[in-house]
Structures are given as C-alpha cells and as structure tokens.
C-alpha cells in the first residue's frame, strides 16, 4: 500500500512540473466542514455515526482547458464524538473523547465545466491524518495510531468561480487503533470511517 501511494505521489509531482507556466492556475483559500464518523472493530461491535468537524486553508492547481489538477489541504481536524455507546449484544461500551489532529488530504481532481460560473468533479487520493488526542472506550485500553492514512473518494460543485461544495469518503487503509479488555492479551483492531461535507472559497 506504501508502493501506491507512493505512486500516486509522483503522479502529482510530475503532473504540475509538466504544465506550462502558462497554462497553470493557481488558487489559495480556505476549507471547512463536518466529518461523520464511524468507529468499527474486529469483533463486529461499531458505534453510530457521529460528528466533528475540520477547517483550514487549502490550494488547487488546475489546466483550465484541460480540467485536470490537484488540490491540498492543511485542517484541523475532529473525528467522532465526546460520548457515544458502542453495543455488542449484552455488553455496552462508552466511548468519550474525539480523535483531534491535523490533516492533510491531497486530491487529483477532473473537472467539468458546465457554464462561466458553474462545473463538477470528482476526485481521489490519499488522505494523512497526525492524531493529537485519544479516544477511550470504557472498560479497554486503546492504542490510538499517530498516523493514520485513508484513501479519499469524492466529488462537488464549483460554483460562481469561488465556492466549492464536496463530498468525500474515506476508506481506511490500515487500522486507527487496536485495543484489548482489561485484564487480557487478547486483541481487536478498529477503523475510522469518515464521511465529509466541506464547503471551500478560493480567491
């Protein structure tokens, strides 16, 4: 999985060398929204879907004729809630605390434009998560990952040139944390599934 986005990586390098100086377009702002957040383990046991949110400025680089580019993004960023319950038959566990951290999310975007002031896209890449705070779950000792990397898959509305509306999924490359009960060796992975709505304005 390091190989791919590796990959992909060098894809996005080599694709903004290539563009001509004239040909680049070049856009700064700012990008927030909500995460909806869904915690998953091994044994089958999952929370409800819970909210946080994310912020910060991004770029996008884009060919104007051609449609094709690549966008990032710094944010702050929150995933899941300060109290849920995570039900596995007969047992309850209460989760308290949000994942907190910053987040790099890095796209190749396609878009098409459907008028002066109105387009679609669709997107996809990688998405880096540097966790800052742990969850914990009542009854379990978590081991949260520092880094945490999914892949993104997502699409939007640019409109009147400045705002975009996406959404994106993100599919968990590797486990968020591993956990065990207490008092005993044995151990179960969980995954953070995160859906996102963001709002963005370029300038």
Same mark, same amino acid.
Not at 15 to 20: G, H, K, V
Not at 52 to 57: L, M, R
Not at 81 to 87: L, R, S, W
């Given at each position: $999985?390091?190989?791919?986005?590796?990959?992909?990586?060098?894809?996005?390098?080599?694709?903004?060398?290539?563009? &001509?100086?004239?040909?680049?377009? %070049?856009?700064?702002?700012?990008?927030?929204?909500?995460?909806?957040?869904?915690?998953?383990?091994?044994?089958?046991?999952?929370?409800?879907? #819970?909210?946080?949110?994310?912020?910060?400025?991004?770029? @996008?680089? *884009?060919?104007? +004729? !051609?449609?094709?580019?690549?966008?990032?993004?710094?944010?702050?960023?929150?995933? /899941?809630?300060?109290? *849920?319950?995570?039900?596995? /038959?007969?047992?309850?566990? @209460? !989760?308290?605390?949000?994942?907190? /951290?910053?987040?790099? &999310? +890095?796209?190749?975007?396609?878009?098409?434009?459907?008028?002066?002031?109105?387009?679609?896209?669709?997107?996809?890449? &990688?998405?880096?998560?540097?966790?800052?705070?742990?969850?914990?779950?009542?009854?379990?000792? +978590?081991?949260?990952?520092?880094?945490? !990397?999914? $892949? #993104?898959?997502?699409?939007?509305?640019?409109?009147?040139?400045?705002?975009? %509306?996406?959404? !994106?999924?993100?599919?968990?490359?590797?486990?968020?944390?591993?956990?065990?009960?207490?008092?005993?060796? $044995?151990?179960?992975?969980?995954?953070?599934?995160?859906?996102?709505?963001?709002?963005?304005?370029?300038?």
């Amino acid at each position: $999985m390091k190989k791919i986005i590796c990959a992909f990586m060098v894809a996005i390098c080599a694709l903004a060398m290539a563009m &001509p100086a004239q040909a680049q377009l %070049l856009k700064w702002g700012f990008k927030g929204g909500v995460n909806m957040s869904k915690l998953d383990l091994d044994r089958a046991l999952s929370s409800d879907n #819970n909210t946080g949110f994310f912020i910060g400025p991004m770029a @996008e680089l *884009t060919i104007p +004729v !051609v449609g094709l580019g690549l966008d990032a993004a710094l944010m702050y960023s929150q995933r /899941g809630d300060d109290y *849920t319950t995570m039900d596995e /038959g007969q047992n309850a566990y @209460e !989760v308290k605390g949000k994942q907190q /951290g910053l987040e790099i &999310p +890095v796209h190749l975007k396609y878009t098409i434009g459907l008028g002066s002031m109105l387009g679609i896209y669709v997107a996809a890449g &990688p998405d880096f998560f540097f966790n800052f705070k742990d969850i914990k779950i009542s009854g379990l000792d +978590v081991d949260t990952k520092r880094t945490q !990397v999914a $892949m #993104n898959i997502g699409a939007g509305l640019k409109l009147i040139r400045h705002l975009q %509306l996406g959404f !994106v999924y993100q599919i968990p490359l590797g486990d968020s944390f591993s956990l065990k009960e207490a008092g005993q060796a $044995m151990f179960d992975d969980g995954r953070t599934k995160t859906w996102q709505v963001s709002l963005a304005y370029l300038f």
